[in-house]
């Protein structure tokens, strides 16, 4: 399996795209976007003028999409891509949506003779760049194993969460959980500040403790605390609050179809509906979430 058709460039799907690249595998891209596409070519990916024309003579289709509505209107209906691609095909979704959605794609993937999983990720953009991202996946045990070399060329860890759908449920439970530790996180960093501590030295506290967590280590939402995360470039790039409550709204919908009590999910939520209701917050990496507890300067 060396030809891939890569659709969704922005960023994570540009930096996967890259790296399988870098893999050895020839990899076919399309994009709305004509910055992004171009961006992904510089990388040495081919430039398709349509997702049609990207599928074209692919071994494996992957595809890296903001929202479920986006995942149907790609692969299904007369025109989606199912119909177009050869069977045998892999199908590989890393974006992350409803689990009904994915196994929706992947029932009608089946229907096709082709193998299809829902592949979401975690690591943010970092992990991206590196390589390292971890893949939640569902589906088959064969389909699995057959992208396991694909999944391999982007990430340093691959779970098989169970059958279709099920890599949707575990990447919203683990998000939704990103979320309320770095809510928590930019709490304490403010409440620290505010009594005269150095952030950087609370931050070097708190990782040696039992405050640890991955946004302390891997991602402070701190201004300059941490070099190469978007709180140190005024929280530009990364994973935007508009995605992290996308995300969250996935949650609690999960939450609500099985009857699951997510008290602080609902909180970080509405936490990040609070900040995210200037549209200038909402473009920014959900580490903004920061600012929420910032006091005004003179203050």
């Known amino acids: 399996m060396k030809n891939i058709a890569f659709i969704g460039l922005g960023n994570m799907g540009g930096p996967m795209a890259a790296n399988l690249v870098k893999k050895g595998f020839a990899v076919t891209a399309f994009d709305l976007s004509a910055p992004m596409l171009e961006s992904a070519v510089a990388s040495g990916c081919h430039k398709a ?52 959605d994915a196994r929706q794609v992947i029932a009608a993937a089946s229907e096709r003779d ?3 999983l829902d592949a979401p990720v975690s690591g943010g953009t970092a992990a991206a760049a590196a390589g390292t991202l971890s893949f939640m996946c ?17 990430g340093a860890n691959i779970f098989h969460a169970g059958p ?32 005269g501590l150095d952030p950087s030295v609370l931050s070097e506290i708190m990782r040696a403790s039992s405050g640890g967590n991955w ?16 709180a140190s470039r005024e929280y530009q790039g990364g994973f935007s609050v508009a995605l992290m409550l996308k995300d969250l709204g996935l949650a609690m919908d999960t939450a609500a179809g099985s009857a699951s009590s997510t008290p602080l999910g609902a909180l970080a939520k509405n936490l990040y509906q ?8 909402k473009v920014l990496d959900f580490s903004s979430i920061q600012n929420l507890f910032r006091r005004p300067v003179g203050d």
Not at 185 to 195: R, Y
Not at 220 to 228: A, I, Q, T
């Open 49 to 100: 003028e349509s997702a049609h024309a990207a599928i074209d003579g692919a071994d494996a289709v992957v595809s890296m999409l903001p929202s479920g509505e986006a995942v149907r209107s790609l692969y299904l209906g007369v025109h989606g891509l199912l119909q177009a691609m050869t069977p045998g095909t892999l199908l590989i979704d890393c974006s992350t949506i409803a689990a009904n």
């Open 114 to 116: 082709i193998e299809a």
């Open 138 to 154: 569902g589906g088959s045990d064969g389909a699995v194993e057959r992208a396991r070399p694909v999944l391999e060329a982007m």
């Open 164 to 195: 279709a759908g099920s890599g949707q449920v575990a990447k919203i439970c683990n998000n939704m959980l990103l979320a309320i530790h770095m809510i928590g996180t930019a709490e304490a960093l403010q409440l620290g500040v505010d009594n």
């Open 215 to 230: 946004s302390l280590e891997k991602y402070n939402p701190y201004p300059g605390v941490m070099e190469n995360v978007p």
């Open 274 to 281: 609070l900040h995210g209701g200037d549209p200038i917050n």
